[in-house]
């Protein structure tokens, strides 16, 4: 490895080394294996359009060898006439009608083929942008908290658009291997020699730009983290959900600076790539020149000599010039197709990744009641990046029917054991068992249906005001009655009737018309989407953090009422809330350190009783 490889490889630490590794020619043939499939997709994606496609550009690829060789016949014809060995014209024009003929057939087949290229592209791009959002909604949570997944996701996203490039150019590389089979026929019946000539002209400059193109790969390849950063950057920078922050914290300066050196670097690093580029390519044209020259004088001398008439003369240089200029394209082509096709397998290595939370086999139906409830049998989950046990050892039965609270400082583990409930991770260690049965075996969908989560961090939806409560069960996102009904219970109703427009009002203020509410009115609306399903276990993880003390007792009295019978767990910091429970988890560090009733855990004495005087204290 050379100098600067070492330094670049240290300095994007251990797992950026693949970063800057060179496609070697091989490796580029190789790459032309993801084409097939490239393809595939493009056929799925309009097989009209792709037929189209493939034979406007085959038709194109006869008519440049076509025009040359009508040109040449008109010259020979004016020659002939000219010296008065003909009289008759007639010939002359229908050559003439004719070129004018291929030159209009010429642009209009440029024309089409442009159309149906940006209309095939444009729906290629919608295509694939759905087959990621598919692809990544069957995915686990995990893998999106992993960093190297993101850049997956990222590189296969810019795919989406790159690759409608990538599609022109590889149909316009065998419209134009065609051309210059044309164009290399009626040189070699001339002489062979010149098509040697060619090649030694045109090499040098292939293998420069091969060069140069793997090096502009490797460092986009390598800027991926960084040009993650300077986009969320730029969001943080000038965002509606920032600026609150940002303008208080002062934070544009900051920003701005971390922005400035990460995109002069970007600057730097491409400038002198591209500086390097320019110098080199101007070579290699000269170069490319050359040959050509050498070859002209060859024709131009055969031609004195009277082996050649003008109009053949014409033809041949005029062949090969194309042929240059063609087989310049293919070969500077086909590094971009190459390198493009690269990109490919990072298109596809998204598409490879699988879930490891998946649907059994053989899935078991979800009960349609649950009998005893969710047993852990010594359970334990570690974030897969990170080496501390979230949770731990955890052994107990949330019964069903029954109300259960999970107590414990931040970072305790609460919401872990809440994910792993809902099997948005599996447990490392032990297992949850759901009426005996393993939770692995359930069928997820049913699971997932059966579950009503709201989580603390849960989303503020920049839709309307009964789509935002409709997400609790998209299916019965029209079910107007059910969604005032949810309102209703989660006492967000009273607020819909003050806004402009109410269950259709338009929240947050990304769009136009859009009605900003305050934190609490925001969990409120959270709320109601727990109720817009009929599920067996409810789940409310700190979602009325941002409620007054009043409001939030009011809300979960009122959710004990509305679910009585029901399974649920509650997590809050409040031991108002708490203590409505008919049971409480201590967790301290992941595990558990007490589990009763309120008046259990009183007169046991210990963290719970601790925490619950200190917390009464403070409101005395
Ligand atoms: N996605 C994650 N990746 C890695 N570690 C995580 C992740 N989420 C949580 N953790 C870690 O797992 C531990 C338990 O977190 P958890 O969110 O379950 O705590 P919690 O009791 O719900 O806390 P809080 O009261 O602050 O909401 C913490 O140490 C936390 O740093």
Redesign the pocket.
Known sequence: MSKSKERMARERGPNRQNVIANPTLKEKFAALGNLPRFFKLVWETHKWYTLLNGLLRLLRSAIPVAILYVGKLIIDEVVTLSKGHATDHQLLWQLVAAEFALAILSDALARATALVDSLLGDLFSNHTSVKIMEHAATLDL?QF?DSEFYDKLERARQQTIGRTILLSQVLTQVQDLITMAFLAAGLMAFNPWLILLLLIAIVPAFLGESYFNDRSYALTRGQTPERRELDYIRYIGASDETAKEVKLFNLSGFLIDRFKTLSNKFYDDNKKLSIKRASWGTFFALLGSAGYYTAYVVMIMKTIEGALTIGTLTFLAGSFRQLRSTLENILTRFTAVSQGAIYLRDFFEFFEIQPKIFMPVKPVPFPAQIKQGFTFENVGFK?H??D?W??RHLSFTLHAGEKLA?V??????????V?LLARLYDPVEGRILLDGIDLRDYDLLQLRHNIGIIF?DYLRYQMSFAQNIAVGNIDEMNNRALIEQSAEKSLASLLAKKLPNQYDQALGRRFNNGVELSGGEWQKVALARAYMKDAQLLIL??PTSALDARAEYEVFQRFADLTKGKTAVL?S?RFSTVRMADRILV?DK?QQLEIGSHEELLALGGRYAELFHLQAKGYR
Do not use: M, R, V
Not at 410 to 417: F, P, Q, R, V
């Open positions: 995990d908290e974030y990046n990170s501390k979230a949770n999970l414990g400082e931040n970072g305790a583990g609460k919401t872990t054991l994910k603390q993880d700190e997590i910091h967790l992941g």
